[in-house]
């Protein structure tokens, strides 16, 4: 099946994936159906928001100029936007409910994107061989760009920042490494909530594809 996903059809592509999915639980296949619930839902997101339009060419002057009629007028787009947002989250996140992969594909960002922003903002490292160690990078080009060793340090802090941000996603708690900054410590206090979330919305994820 093939619909539009403009804003005016995509209500067709909804309906007919909601009665595929319906027949499919009758039929007892269980995965199609929660293909055609992702489908149905996706279509369901197309409808949410009506596309922009910032002119119209038949108007004269400040008039061609409709971008607040979409907004605030006409279309009332303002009053979509926030359902927007988390449509799109809630698809790209966990698939809906139905994409575990989806989930685990987010952590993954969400450890990596966290560890490059504590290489930045700074982390304190206590070693029991060596002395404490402050990772801070600035953004400046300088020599060290061309130093290979240089570069073998960096990957090894981004080990450390790696690490200090798969126990701060997991809320296990900092042994060798703590935040040094009010930066940090409000960038790790936003990882937590959102591992937080997404590992729960994985195991609910994957629990209802179980359950089915």
């Not at 809906?96 to 594909?105: D, Q, T, V």
Request: charge should be positive.
């Amino acid at each position: 099946m093939n619909f539009g996903k403009s804003f005016g059809v995509a209500s067709f592509g909804e309906d007919a994936y909601r009665i595929a999915k319906i027949q499919s639980n009758r039929i007892g296949d269980f995965d199609k159906s929660a293909d055609y619930y992702y489908l149905e839902k996706c279509f369901r997101g197309y409808q949410i928001l009506p596309y922009p339009y910032f002119w119209n060419k038949h108007e004269k002057g400040i008039k061609k100029f409709q971008f607040f009629d979409y907004l605030f007028f006409q279309d009332k787009a303002y009053k979509n936007i926030f359902p927007k947002i988390m449509d799109l989250i809630f698809k790209y996140s966990i698939g809906y409910g139905e994409k575990p992969s989806y989930a685990i594909r987010s952590l993954l960002l969400l450890i990596v994107g966290f560890a490059f922003m504590y290489m930045f903002s700074g982390i304190e490292v206590q070693s029991k061989i060596s002395e404490t160690k402050i990772i801070n990078y600035n953004f400046y080009f300088g020599n060290d760009l061309f130093s290979f060793s240089h570069w073998i340090q960096v990957f090894k802090d981004f080990g450390t920042s790696l690490y200090f941000s798969i126990v701060t996603c997991t809320t296990f708690g900092h042994v060798e490494a703590f935040p040094t900054t009010l930066g940090t410590k409000i960038i790790s206090s936003i990882q937590m909530f959102l591992g937080i979330t997404l590992f729960g919305a994985w195991t609910a994820t994957l629990l209802r594809k179980f359950m089915k």
